[in-house]
């Protein structure tokens, strides 16, 4: 199975801290991407690393990916409550985006 | 469209029940995907459309399930003879061309009750 694993499953941070999160995938893929999920319901792409990419950023975003260890992690810098959301790493190889269960980040302000 | 619309929003059903999800993707979008999502749960994979042609049906749970896309855009997900373990929000995305490298637009999802 191509499915991204996050970690942790849960995290609950004050504003204006960074929030890591970690994604674990189990074969060799074209990209990773990263979605957020607000209350449930649909998910919006933030960013997307291609795998002979080591670093990406997007504003507050910081993702980078290790192919040899297969695994991705996601940086949001500065946190703000209006962060808090699902967010999902979701896997490409041959077949559709396969996504992992999920880190609920909850930022306190 | 603007954006990736599914219809209704909310389905309550009783179990037994034939229901019927629609999703509208983007327009010009070739590529549409079906998940399904339980309760605190990750996405499912169900069901990925090229086109009116299905390439992928291996996450469909169970002949109970199926769905068609008319005219390379509307798509509807059927499921017959609902069953409580069918309550999960679908959600419907879709792609500009289905390539691997593509980032997918969701809609807001059906949350479907069985009860």
């Known amino acids: 199975s191509q499915q991204g694993e996050e970690d942790p499953q849960a995290l609950s941070i004050q504003e204006g801290e960074n929030a890591t999160m970690n994604c674990s995938y189990k074969?060799?893929?074209?990209?990773l991407q990263w979605y957020r999920q607000n209350s449930g319901r649909g998910l919006v792409h933030l960013i997307l690393?291609?795998?002979?990419?080591r670093e990406k950023h997007s504003g507050r975003l910081r993702v980078t990916l290790d192919t040899s260890k297969k695994s991705s992690s996601l940086l949001i810098t500065a946190s703000r409550a209006a962060d808090t959301a699902s967010y999902f790493c979701a896997t490409t190889g041959n077949t559709p985006l396969v996504f992992g269960k999920g880190t609920r980040l909850s930022v306190i302000a | 469209g603007a954006g990736v619309s599914q219809s209704p929003s909310n389905k309550v059903t009783e179990k037994g029940k034939d229901v019927e999800l629609r999703c509208d993707p983007i327009s010009g979008h070739t590529a549409l995907y079906w998940y399904r999502q339980s309760l605190g749960q990750g996405l499912e994979f169900l069901i990925y459309?090229?086109?009116?042609?299905?390439?992928?049906k291996s996450g469909l749970p169970s002949d109970r399930f199926s769905a068609e896309r008319t005219g390379g855009s509307v798509s509807t997900l059927t499921i017959q003879r609902t069953q409580q373990e069918d309550s999960a929000v679908y959600l419907c995305a879709s792609s500009t061309t289905g390539q691997v490298a593509e980032k997918l637009f969701f809609g807001s999802g059906t949350q479907l009750s069985v009860l």
């Open positions: 690393i291609r795998s002979n990419e």
């Open positions: 074969t060799s893929i074209n990209n």
């Open positions: 459309f090229q086109g009116n042609s299905a390439p992928d």
